[in-house]
């Protein structure tokens, strides 16, 4: 019986030095995992396109890679704004139909050219992306930088509009050109909800000189604006997406002849694979930023609002590598 005893407690022993030895190996492969955690890792789709509706997200095109985008407004849903029945209800006409393809050239710069219908523009663009969010918030917010050149090719009675009678004034192609310049600022909690402010400059070489007659303002050739946007996910591939745009602009305050106001859209943003759609309602007519954010003259509330998409379809640039044969 003694050395049953015995037997029994080099056993017990025994399992409880290896067993400790276990536990202990355990704890150090856990400290190990915690302090081998990856830091500073990139947030991942803080938008989904190259834009919420309107304006710009901070999103670039990846490396080798081309974007190409149709987006499209239709007329004013609204009778009192034109629409109605006899229309139905804007899906007759086309205020505005953009065409662009942009390029990934490295994965934070990326180059685009497109052709708009309205004003007949036809632009060049850049965005390049400076910072990216982390999820450790070493780098809380997203940023990049856009701009935007377009040029004016409609004749010059069009583009003039006789609003020029000076003899002095001479016509040139310089005055067909317009610019924008923005700061993108985005940050994304959690996977849900996603936001974007955009302070935006905007200049046009040409104007024509009216005036508010309420305030006595002259309309100028540049102008200061601020966007702001935001993505709720509903779902792993549906979300609620709005933008809207405040334009700093005295010649724009309550004017009774020349009506505006700032440019607001919400929509649903649907992905399905390598497409991306957005169907959306916004009062601007136009689809850049140099047409909507100077012109945009329909009222929300008198059913100036129309019904537009985007679509958007993402194309690999790079060298493909053939498939593998299969075995026979």
């Known amino acids: ?40 890792e990139k947030v991942i789709a803080t938008f989904k396109g190259s834009k919420v509706i309107n304006m710009q997200s901070t999103e670039t095109v990846k490396k080798k890679t081309m974007d ?29 139909i953009r065409i662009s393809f942009d390029f990934g050239i490295t994965n934070d710069l990326t180059l685009g050219i497109a052709r708009s219908k309205q004003n007949e523009l036809i632009d060049g663009l850049v965005k390049y992306r400076i910072l990216t969010q982390t999820t450790d918030n070493h780098i809380p917010v ?28 001479h ?11 923005q700061l993108l600022i985005a940050r994304k909690f959690g996977w849900r909800l996603s936001v974007e402010l955009a302070p935006t400059y905007q200049h046009r070489n040409f104007v024509a000189a009216f005036v508010n007659p309420d305030n006595g303002a002259e309309e100028t050739n540049d102008l200061f604006s601020i966007g702001g946007g935001f993505r709720f996910k509903l779902t ?49 007519s136009g689809i ?14 008198k059913g100036g609002y129309k019904f537009g998409f985007n679509i958007s379809r993402v194309f690999n640039l790079g060298k493909r590598h053939p498939r593998p044969k299969k075995a026979l």
């Open 236 to 284: 792993k591939r549906l979300a609620i997406i709005a933008d809207y745009y405040y334009t700093f602009s005295d010649y724009r305050m309550n004017n009774s002849t020349n009506p505006f106001y700032n440019p607001l859209a919400i929509g649903v943003e649907i992905e399905t694979g390598g497409h991306v759609f957005h169907l959306n309602f916004t009062n601007a």
């Open 171 to 181: 016509q040139t192609e310089i005055h067909r050109f317009a610019y924008t310049s």
């Open 1 to 40: 019986m003694k050395g049953f005893y015995k037997k029994a407690i080099a056993t017990i022993f025994l399992a409880s030095v290896t067993g400790g030895m276990f536990a202990q190996d355990d704890l150090l492969s856990l400290l190990d995992s915690t302090t081998t955690k990856k830091t500073h």
């Open 288 to 301: 850049i930023e140099n047409n909507y954010i100077p012109n945009t003259n329909d009222n929300w509330l």
């Open 142 to 169: 997203s940023l990049a930088f856009y701009g935007d050149m377009s040029y004016d090719p409609r004749i010059a009675s069009q583009f003039y509009n006789g609003t020029v009678s000076s003899p002095d004034f």
């Open 68 to 96: 190409f985008a149709v987006s499209h407004r239709f007329g004013n849903i609204g009778t009192e704004s034109g629409g109605g029945g006899h229309t139905l209800y804007g899906f007759d006409n086309s205020t505005d």
